[in-house]
C-alpha cells in the first residue's frame, strides 16, 4: 500500500502537541509495517531524524503552510498533485486539514473544534478560513479520528449530518521521554529556573484558551493566602492573540515569582515537568489535554479543567476545577501540596496511563487505512 502523509508539523527541535502526535504515530506506522511505502509530504526542509525507515520517502511541497492563503495552496494545489504523481492508496493527515481536491481516500485526525467556542481568540481571516473548511473537511474524509470520546461526541454534536460510523477514537498517549526525576535532578532544575524553589508548572501555548489570565490571577490569590514561596513557571511559546496575557504579566504584582521559559526542548521539558510540585492546566477547551498525561508518567500531581476532554484523561488522577473560578484554581494549589492528597493523585495517575498506549492508538489509524484503500 502506498500512503501518503502530510508531516508538515514534523519540526526539527520544535515538536509541539500536533507534530508531537504526529510524530509517535508516524514512527509506529512506519516500524509497524515495512510492507508498506510512506511518502511524507513536508512543507519545507526536513531533518533526517524523522525519516523512520527505508520505506519512507520525503518529498517536499512548496510553499511552506502557515497562513490560511498558503494553507489553500498547498493543500488544494501542491498536495493535490502530489497525490495524483505518487500514485497513493490513502492519503493521511493528522492535523485537522485535507485536500478537498483530491480523490484519494484519507484519513483525517480531528483534534478539537475550539474554532467554534472560543473565534474571537482567533485571528479574522484564520477564522473565516476554518469556518469554511472544517465543515467541508470532516464530510469529504472517509474516515475521521478523534484523540477523545468528547471529540467525536462534539463532532457529531456540531455536524449531526456525519455518519457516525466513519469517526473514530484513538486517544493521544505520552511519550518515553517522561519518567519520574531523581531529586538530585530535582534540585538541579530548580536552581537553575527558580533559585532553588518549589513550583507549579504550566505548558502549553501561551494563549487566551489556555486561561493563562485566570492561571496567574490563580496563583496571586493562592500567594496572598498562603504567604508561600512557590514560584509559577510558565513553558510555551507566545502565540495568537497573547498582547493580553503579555499585558497581565507586566501588571502582575508578583512578576518576581512568575517564570516564562518559552519554548522548552524535548530533551529538558520531561526534566521540569517531573520537577514540578504540580502541573496546573485550567485550560478552557482541549480535544485532549497531552501535558495531563505527561504528568501521569513523570508522576507529578495534576490540578485541571471539569470541562471538554479534560475530565475524561484525567481520571482520578487530578483535581477538577472551574476553570472559571480563580478560587476553585486557588483552592486546588493549596490542597496539592498536601502530602496525603498528592501521593493519592500519583498512585491514581499510574492506573490511568496505562488507558493510552501510541501502539494501540496507530493500530486504530492503520485499521482505517485498510477500511478506505
Known sequence: MKIAVNTRFLLKDRLEGIGRVTYELTKRLVE???????????????????????????IILSPPAR??????????????QALKKYKADVFFSPDNYLCLRSNVPTVM???????????????????????????????????????????KQDILKHYPSLDQRKIHVAHNACSEDYKPV?????????NKYTSGEDYFFYIG???????????????????????????????????WNSEGIQQ?????????????TGFIDKQELPKILG???????????????????????????IITSNISSMPEVAGEAALLVNPKSEEEIASAMLKVLNTDIAKRLIEAGKLQRKKFDWDRSATIVYDAFLRVR
Open 32 to 58: 509497524q509495517h515495512p510492507e508498506d511505502e510512506f511518502y511524507f509530504f513536508f512543507d519545507r526542509p526536513y531533518d533526517p531524524s524523522f525519516v523512520f525507515g527505508d520505506n519512507v520517502h520525503p
Open 67 to 80: 497562513h490560511p492563503v498558503l494553507w489553500y495552496l498547498w493543500f488544494e494545489w501542491s498536495v493535490a
Open 109 to 151: 485526525i480531528n483534534h478539537d473544534l475550539a474554532h467554534l467556542y472560543y473565534p474571537g481568540q482567533i485571528p479574522t481571516l484564520v477564522r473565516k478560513y476554518y469556518d469554511y473548511f472544517v465543515p467541508r473537511y470532516l464530510q469529504k474524509a472517509k474516515e475521521i479520528i478523534t484523540v477523545s470520546n468528547f471529540g
Open 182 to 190: 531523581s531529586a538530585q535532578e530535582q534540585s538541579a532544575i530548580k
Open 205 to 239: 501555548s501561551i494563549h487566551p484558551r489556555k486561561n493563562i489570565e485566570g492561571l496567574l490571577k490563580a496563583f496571586g490569590l493562592f500567594k496572598q493566602q498562603t504567604g508561600s514561596n512557590m514560584k509559577l513557571v510558565l513553558g510555551g511559546r507566545l502565540a
Open 248 to 260: 497581565a504579566l507586566q501588571n502582575i504584582a508578583i512578576q518576581e515569582d512568575i517564570i516564562q
Open 275 to 301: 520537577s514540578a510540585k504540580a502541573l496546573v492546566y485550567a485550560s478552557l477547551f482541549e480535544g485532549f489535554g497531552l501535558p495531563i498525561l505527561e504528568a501521569m508518567h513523570a508522576e507529578v500531581p
